[in-house]
């Protein structure tokens, strides 16, 4: 039985230092999710536990941690099903070659010279317990992968969702993380498949059954979802209750697949129908709960496993930069040679590679997985939490020196004559868009 | 083909495709890397519990022949804690197959098992890597004491870690 003292206790603390911690990074322009993650690391033995390990202790008992685990992982599960359903295939197909050529080099940069730094990272930061595939490949995943909902958050705020750079980091975004969440599936069924001794194939074939049984079934069955609510403006508790249970029911079956919940949420997300005002109305009911109560657990939650401790001296520092480096030139300048090519200016390119290069709460889910299966040490993990936050926090400054609003109002009267040859590659869609 | 379409083709060629090319030769190249052996889990520790009380810092050990002790690895530096006690906690580092850490007691075991300030126990050990599970031998001693008799003790792990993976 939980401590319910104890659990609501924590809940008090940790929303409300989120709150105030996110409402200062909102006063430096930083997007409030920004500052919920440092709140999370300012929690646990990174800070707190270092300067008050006896409040530390008493506040987040390790046999208390289970509860609060749970419960971050039930938000974790809806989060990703938000962030499934805020994904549009038909996105990508508006911007043809730009988008194609651009988020798969924002994926590709960055995973090989993940796997590069992988060959001198593997012999001092893993153990022989990890093979250097699964360790280099989770390097490669985690460090292609881009914050979608923080992305989309920035490009709102500026009012960017509407211009080719916005509509263009949205859809490679989107290709981003279904490809950087597949990689991973491939890695967590292989671990998991190795310790428990279920045949690979056994795993692989319910996964391409499960998936087979949502696209060409539930997705149809979803589509009724669309109808009730085109007739009604709204949708019953019942069917909103009937949602939620295929959220958690697809979750629970690439769970018993070897897979994770995480997994089926997100693909459920995915395959939900994609009207504009549907998605909206259905985002509407779960985002406050989710966003205000549930995230803020897991920023916690990651935050206590964080430990910068163990980031000591300075060749462990000189890893930590190294990541943080590559991560970056990898993501943001593999992103900006791409969509440069693809008939971008070159400051509207570098804006494009540094909201791609934005990581954020989806980088914190994926090392959380990473932590589990124990692809990554520790050390590692706190590094690439790190990283996460640098490469994160830089965006929005970055964003604001490469795209100023004379830019963007210049890209708009920019008329195609004046491009060079190169951007043939452009789709003229994206040039339509723009204008 | 339209020139987009052969430009298209191209840019992808060059910054797709052979990277990928290039990604699975870092995999195969990286198979002959080798890590550190794993030491991580909890390991069961067995020691003469009369030589172990006699030890300072060593009576709680001695009166809890189910204590364990948890590493938790990061290449080769790790944290080590007890298990009935995580505030006594340690860190380490592996050279080949021997380890060597120091752990502090927390202030509630320091008292009661008579450590004195700023003593430590001290471990060094080897790791035994064919063993399955696999197991430690080393001694215990206590900093700061010259007059204190090491002991001798194994260890086997309990929790061998979850991972593993392609190869």
């Known amino acids: 039985m939980p401590d319910l003292f104890k659990l609501v206790l924590q809940l008090t603390v940790i929303l409300a230092v989120c709150r105030v911690v996110g409402s200062l990074f909102r006063r430096i322009g930083q997007p409030r999710v920004v500052g919920e993650m440092f709140a999370g690391i300012l929690l646990g033995p990174s800070l707190l536990g270092w300067l008050a390990p006896g409040a530390s202790a008493y506040l987040f008992p390790a046999t208390s941690l289970g509860f609060l685990n749970a419960l971050s992982q039930i938000g974790v599960v809806v989060f990703m099903f938000l962030v499934g359903l805020g994904i549009n295939p038909k996105e990508l197909k508006k911007h043809g070659h730009a988008a194609v050529l651009t988020s798969h080099v924002s994926i590709t940069a960055p995973f090989v010279l993940a796997a590069f730094l992988a060959l001198y990272l593997y012999p001092r930061l893993s153990d022989d317990s990890v093979t250097f595939t699964s360790f280099a ?89 669309e109808s009730a ?123 494009l590679g540094t909201l791609m290069n934005t990581r954020g709460l989806m980088e914190l889910v994926i090392l959380d997985i990473g932590l589990d299966i124990k692809v990554i040490s520790p050390a590692l993990f706190s590094m690439m939490v790190v990283m996460a936050l640098v490469t994160t926090f830089m965006a929005t400054p970055l964003l604001g020196w490469f795209c100023p609003d004379r830019v963007l109002l210049e890209e708009s009267h920019r008329i195609p004559s004046q491009e060079p040859a190169i951007r043939t590659l452009a789709s003229p869609s994206a040039d339509r868009i723009s204008a | 083909m339209s020139h987009t379409n052969r430009n298209f083709i191209l840019a992808y060629t060059f910054l797709v495709a052979l990277p990928v090319l290039g990604l699975v030769g870092i995999l195969k190249s990286g198979r002959s890397l080798t890590a550190p052996i794993s ?99 080393g001694v215990l001693s206590v900093n700061h004491c010259p007059e204190c008799r090491a002991v001798e003790f194994q260890a086997v792990r309990q929790s061998p870690p979850v991972r593993k993976g392609p190869h």
Request: glycine share 10%.
């Open chain 1, 137 to 225: 490949l989770f390097m490669g995943s985690a460090m292609s992968v881009t914050a979608f909902p923080v992305l989309a958050r920035i490009l709102i705020e500026r009012g960017l969702l509407q211009s080719r750079l916005g509509t263009v980091a949205i859809a490679s975004a989107a290709v981003d993380d279904v490809t950087g969440w597949c990689i991973l599936a491939y890695i967590v069924v292989l671990t998991r498949a190795a310790h428990s001794g279920r045949s690979i194939w056994m795993t692989i074939g319910g996964i391409v059954v499960f998936a087979l049984i949502m696209i060409y079934g539930v997705r149809h069955l979803l589509a009724r979802l």
């Open chain 1, 229 to 351: 609510y085109r007739k009604r403006g709204e949708l019953s508790e019942n069917l909103m209750a009937s949602m939620l249970l295929l959220v958690l029911g697809s979750a629970l079956c690439t769970e018993w697949l070897g897979l994770h919940l995480l997994f089926g949420a997100f693909m459920m997300g995915a395959i939900m129908p994609k009207e504009q005002k549907f998605v909206r109305y259905v985002l509407d009911r779960f985002e406050t709960i989710t966003v205000t109560l549930l995230l803020p657990l897991f920023f916690a939650f990651t935050g206590l496993r964080t430990n910068i401790g163990l980031v000591k001296g300075a060749e462990m520092w000189r890893y930590c930069g190294l990541i943080v480096l590559i991560a970056t030139v990898g993501k943001l300048g593999g992103s900006t040679l791409a969509s440069w090519l693809t008939g971008m200016r070159l400051r509207e390119a570098a804006g």
């Open chain 2, 39 to 137: 030491v991580d889990g909890m390991w069961q520790l067995q020691a003469d519990a009369v030589r172990l009380a006699a030890l300072p810092c060593g009576k709680t050990l001695a009166e809890n022949p189910d204590t364990a002790l948890v590493i938790s690895q990061s290449g080769k530096n790790f944290t080590l804690s007890l298990s009935n006690d995580p505030k006594s906690t340690g860190s380490g580092e592996l050279d080949g197959t021997t380890l060597r850490a120091s752990l502090a007691p927390s202030a509630a075991w320091s008292d009661d098992a008579g450590c004195g300030t700023g003593r430590e126990l001290s471990l060094v050990a080897k790791v035994d890597p064919k063993a399955d599970p696999r197991s430690l031998v």
